[in-house]
Every structure is written in C-alpha cells, then in structure tokens.
C-alpha cells in the first residue's frame, strides 16, 4: 500500500513538474521545451527573462509561470514564488526553465518559503518518466535542505539526505547547487557536499538496470502545500501541516539568482570520483559574477568556495562507456590543470605502448 501511494504521490509530483508536456495538469497554461539547454546566468532583472502564466512568452523569456492561478512575479530581490490562502485553501506557484536540461550543473541563490509546517520550497529537475532530482525546504525543518531523487515515479521521502544549515535559509539567500553528471550526482550547500550518488551504486540487479537519472528533464522552482497532495498523509509526515490557527496568508520563496552550466550531449559520457565531506554549511557567497560563457569549468561545477575534498576527477571510461570528462573539459577550453590531466592519460598510452614492442622483441 505504501508503495501505491508513493507511485500517486510521485505521479502528482510529475504534474506540477511536466504537466505543459504531459496533459496532466489541468491548471497549466504552458507548453513543453522545444529545445535544448543553453547556459545563462539570470538574476532576474531583466523582466523579459520572465513570462507569467497565461501570457505569450516572449522569445527572450527563459523561466515561464505555467499555473493558475498565478503567484509568481519579479521583485526586488529577483523571482518569488508565492504560496497564498484563498477559499479553496492554500494554493502555490511553480516556474520553469523553458529548455530541457541533460546532464550540468544548477547554481542558484534561494530564500526558501517554508517558515511553517506544511510548507514546501523545491529545486526540481524532473523527466517525463516520473524520475527526479531535487532540493526541498520543508516547513516541519526550516533550517534544514533535503538532498534527494527517485527513479520512475518510486518515491521515498524517508531517502532524502537532510542538512542542517548553520544560516537560517528562510531569512537570507544561500547558494544550492546540483552537479548532475553522467555517472555522479551530488548536491551541495554553501560550497559543501550534503551527498553523492554515483551511477555504479545504482544497479538493480532484478530490473538489469541502473535506476539513476539520465534522460532530459525540466528544471523548475515551486513552493506548495503539504496537504496538497493525493496523498496528503505522507506529505504532511514528512513536512507537517500548515496549522489551522495561522494567521500567515502568503510564504514566499524567492530565487535572487541562478546559473545553468549546461552538459554537451555530444561528449559521451564523464567518469568522475566525488568524496562528499560533512562540515559546517555557514556563510554565502554566489559562485561567480562572470557570464555563462565564460564559467571556468576546470572543476565542472565546482567554484572557489565549494569544498576541495568533494572532487570530480576523471577516471579511464570503458569503450562502451565513451569518452572521459577530460575530453569534455578539453572542448571547453579548460585550465592547465584539467590539461595536465589529459596530456598525463595520452603519455601513458604512449609509455604503455612502447613497453609491450620491447616486450615483443625481448
């Protein structure tokens, strides 16, 4: 039975997240990416990067408000996304990223809503099969983020890794970031890992796959409520209810800025080694002012102030595997370091060479 639940809880999850693409959402206005994901850096100042729900979206729009009622706007502090009492209860906000996203990193600068129980702010990346990845902020824990993903639509709350945070997250902005990798996915808080999945740990050896996620997915920001849900039990276990008794008629989640660096799908796949630490998750500061194009990806998401013991070091890759993240970092004008790296892996197979013709002639 639990399992049944979860599959309808995750179902109506997928709503929210894909209902433009699916039909599922009868409250959606918008419609499904046409294209690929392209690199930006958005603070949101710009107002035509932005189309509420309901409008045309202009060519320059990159995040779209596809629910209605709609309470997502810009404000000063970039875009909120707003959870508000009404007649029929508390109704909330979703905005999405008007490109499919298949592998990179998000980077994003977040005040989460969830000052109350039954409150729930997420970063969700999410496919058309019911597989996601996310980031909540749930009202039960307001100073905690929850790290978690699922695979076709089997959803466990209880999986989620949790990480207390030293700043309050619903008083001041604190940068988040997902590095979603072929083969590792790991998310960080203030410049620290709180997990990693890698691929290899994945394998369900009764369905002869890996349940990891791999294919294009939609990026969105949401805030909702717990009892919201069809399977409202579970979600209010899990971030409690909003009382009954509160006087609060809007909470607001509030994303000041966000970074897409965007993964060549042309590049084969990346092998990579992560070490998550667990430190002390204090102070903010966005990974970099630089434009999209001009992001360091030495450290494929990884900026000065992440940790320097989670590391995304590539490794040799099978021939079935294809190419290692050496080639990507190459192609993407990469530090000396990343460089060092392949030139090391080239000179081996020269060396390795050389020593099976002596081999032949000894």
């Not at 409250?27 to 035509?48: E, I, K, R």
């Not at 990798?181 to 620290?192: E, H, K, M, V």
């Not at 030495?298 to 490794?315: V, W």
Request: aromatic share 10%; net charge negative; proline share 4%.
């Amino acid at each position: 039975m639990r399992i049944l639940a979860s599959i309808g809880l995750s179902a109506w999850l997928v709503e929210y997240a894909l209902g433009a693409c699916t039909g599922m959402n009868s409250a959606d206005s918008g419609v499904c990416p046409a294209s690929q994901c392209t690199s930006l850096v958005d603070d949101f100042s710009n107002d035509d990067t932005f189309a509420p729900s309901g409008s045309s979206p202009p060519s320059s729009a990159r995040f779209v408000s596809e629910l209605s009622p709609d309470y997502a706007s810009i404000g000063s502090d970039g875009l909120s996304l707003s959870l508000v009492k009404s007649d029929a209860g508390y109704k909330g906000s979703t905005v999405y990223f008007t490109e499919w996203v298949q592998y990179g990193v998000i980077t994003a600068q977040i005040r989460s809503g969830s000052t109350t129980p039954g409150v729930v702010s997420s970063l969700q990346l999410q496919d058309e099969s019911g597989t996601s990845i996310d980031m909540d902020w749930v009202g039960s824990s307001p100073k905690s983020v929850q790290a978690n993903y699922y695979v076709e639509n089997q959803l466990e709350l209880s999986q989620a890794t949790t990480s207390s945070l030293t700043s309050d997250p619903t008083s001041s902005f604190i940068t988040y970031k997902i590095v979603w990798l072929p083969d590792s996915l790991t998310w960080y808080a203030n410049g620290f890992a709180v997990r990693t999945v890698n691929r290899r740990d994945t394998w369900a050896e009764g369905e002869q796959k890996f349940k990891y996620p791999s294919n294009a997915s939609r990026l969105s920001f949401s805030i909702w409520n717990a009892a919201d849900s069809p399977n409202a039990d579970m979600t209010q276990q899990w971030a409690g209810s909003i009382p009954s008794t509160s006087t609060n008629t809007k909470f607001s989640m509030t994303v000041e800025r966000v970074q897409i660096d965007c993964y060549s799908n042309t590049t084969g796949s990346a092998k990579s080694e992560d070490s998550p630490q667990s430190s002390d998750l204090s102070g903010s500061s966005f990974a970099s002012t630089k434009s999209a194009t001009e992001v360091d990806l030495s450290n494929f998401g990884l900026s000065s102030q992440d940790s320097a013991n989670p590391s995304l070091s590539s490794t040799s890759s099978s021939p079935t595997e294809g190419n290692d993240l050496s080639r990507w970092l190459a192609e993407h004008n990469t530090s000396s370091g990343a460089r060092r790296v392949h030139a090391l892996g080239v000179a081996t197979s020269v060396l390795f060479s050389l020593g099976v013709a002596i081999a032949s002639f000894a």
